[in-house]
């Protein structure tokens, strides 16, 4: 099983929208996927159409409770999801009240070993608890970031705090995202990509945003458009690297 963490401590930088579609493209593949939205905000779980009803956070994080209770099914074949609700918001004070907090997200997701090719997270923007949890679970970060210089410091940002805390093993790799090659400053950025990015970009797209009124993967309103089919190229170069990846 591969944890993969969708982060960026900026919101709307295209996070969301990589965590849905990345995870879609997984299951379609025939892995065994799951996507848990730990957003308080929920994006996620809108946009797959689950209820977002959770009741029983508390007991999950304490251990009284499994993850997979709580896991709903999709529209998807071979595609779970662990939703949020806005209760999520006092996520990392349930945490505070662990003994061993930053490694209670890797003990619940464990068990799951057996259920999951794939985990997917789908985390809030922010430097927290939760982060530091997915810090510590993940296989590798996948980190959404629009190529202007705000998105490469709180990138910077993001390195350096990894390499503070002893979290520095975990690959970090950028994506491109919202990519518009009009702009001077994107050029720029393109030219000279920080360490590690994807070859593939996300270009900025209104097919994107209308995930939201379609509540649907972008491949399934619009399969032939640039921004599906740089998704796919995306979920395949991932790919490639989490076979490399110990």
Not at 117 to 134: F, K
Request: proline content about 7%; overall charge neutral; charged content about 25%.
């Amino acid at each position: 099983m591969k944890i993969i963490g969708v982060y960026n401590i900026k919101g709307g930088v295209g996070k969301t929208a990589a965590a849905v579609n990345l995870s879609y493209l997984s299951a379609k593949s025939g892995l065994r996927t799951l996507l848990w939205d730990l957003d308080p905000q929920g994006a996620s779980t809108y946009y797959f159409r689950i209820k977002p009803r959770i009741k029983g956070a508390k007991k999950l994080v304490r251990g009284e409770r499994d993850l997979d209770e709580l896991i709903k099914a999709t529209d998807y074949e071979g595609l779970d999801l662990m939703p949020a609700d806005f209760s999520f918001r006092n996520l990392d004070l349930l945490l505070e009240d662990q003994k061993k907090p930053v490694g209670r997200l890797h003990k619940l997701i464990k068990p799951l070993a057996d259920e999951y090719d794939r985990v997917y997270l789908d985390c809030p923007p922010s430097i927290s608890l939760v982060s530091e949890n997915v810090f510590q679970a993940s296989t590798v970060l996948v980190v959404p970031t629009i190529p202007t210089t705000l998105s490469l410091r709180t990138l910077e940002q993001l390195t350096q705090f990894l390499a503070g805390h002893e979290l520095g093993r975990i690959p970090v790799w950028p994506l491109l995202s919202l990519v518009d090659r009009r702009k001077r400053m994107h050029r720029g950025v393109l030219e000279n990509p920080p360490a590690n990015s994807f070859e593939t970009l996300i270009p900025y797209a209104s097919d994107v945003e209308r995930m939201g009124e379609y509540r649907q993967p972008v491949a399934e309103f619009s399969a032939a458009s640039p921004a599906a089919q740089a998704y796919e190229a995306l979920w395949r170069e991932l790919e490639r690297r989490l076979e490399i990846t110990e």
